[in-house]
């Protein structure tokens, strides 16, 4: 953690974090808004104002068609294909239901149509908040994240800022790697490129399929999850002052066709690499 607990403590002496009004916006009623709901609302250093969830309809049906149709022409029809095939690798464990989890805890909860949208700006609005929460959600305008106090935080389940943009686990099987992880940063005008405020690195869970390998390591990162983002939320203005510009880095999207099957490749290799690596720890002698 780049903030240590004596910095915390030293700031909250001096009056700099007081009682944090947070506002969760989300696009994902059974999603991670669940999962740290239950961790943020059991703290002492923030509260939850109230809970926006998003719709996720299109103002502009024309536009994004428009955006869809570049996707499916950089990736081609074979990976869009896929990459809706790979939608369910992705959800984990089941949720609890949101808006449930709202009455339990007496927090107010409000749906619009999108995230840009005006009812979704008049709600930010009237609430006030010193600090925004994005969980689950695409891009986020300026005219929505710069209305808290403090602006709106993200939490992106990958690391920073080696893959922005970037579906969790596989990039990094794609280039060879043994870790991923999760980030939580500042949101600016770009998708994942804010000041890096908190990042978790761990190792991929490996198995022998490359599906069975990104659903157990997104369960890790669901665990992993609420306590990060509970922890920012709690000590959000010191972790600011010490947060980092990220560098300019590559932008991920979906991967083709071609890309996919290198990441089949690739988890075959690092799988029996990890289970080489657990052999050779198992036979280590024991000291003494």
């Known amino acids: 953690m780049a903030t240590t607990a004596r910095e915390v403590l030293r700031a909250r002496c001096h009056g700099e974090i007081d009682n944090m ?19 943020i609302h059991e703290s002492r250093d923030c509260s939850i104002t109230r809970i926006i969830i998003s719709r996720g309809l299109h103002p502009n049906r024309a536009r994004m068609s428009r955006r869809k149709l570049k996707k499916v022409m950089q990736i081609g029809v074979l990976g869009a294909l896929n990459g809706i095939r790979l939608r369910s690798w992705y959800q984990g464990h089941p949720a609890a239901d949101l808006k449930e989890l709202c009455g ?47 602006g709106m935080i993200n939490a ?25 992880g999760l980030t939580i940063h500042q949101i600016d005008r770009s998708i994942d490129t804010g000041k890096i405020l908190y990042r978790e690195e761990y190792p991929i869970v490996f198995c022998a399929k490359l599906e069975d390998t990104v659903r157990k390591t997104i369960e890790v990162t669901q665990r992993r999850t609420p306590a990060a983002v509970r922890y920012v939320c709690d000590n959000y203005q010191a972790l600011f002052k010490d947060a980092k510009t990220q560098e300019s880095a590559r932008k991920f999207t979906t991967p083709n066709i071609r890309q ?10 690092l799988y029996e690499r990890s289970k080489r690596l657990d052999s050779a720890q198992v036979s280590l002698p024991e000291d003494g």
């Open 156 to 180: 992106h389940g990958e690391r920073l800022p080696e893959y922005q943009n970037a579906q969790s686990v596989i990039w990094p099987i794609y280039h060879l790697e043994m870790t991923t």
């Open 260 to 269: 996919f099957y290198r990441m089949v490749r690739n988890n075959n290799i």
């Open 21 to 39: 009004k947070l506002l969760i916006l989300t696009s994902n009623r059974f999603g991670t808004a669940s999962n740290c709901l239950p961790a």
């Open 104 to 150: 339990r805890f007496g927090i107010p909860v409000f749906e619009t149509d999108y995230t840009n949208s005006d009812e979704t700006v008049r709600l930010f609005r009237e609430a006030t908040p010193d600090l925004g929460l994005s969980l689950d959600n695409g891009y986020i305008p300026h005219r929505v994240f710069s209305i808290p106090k403090y």
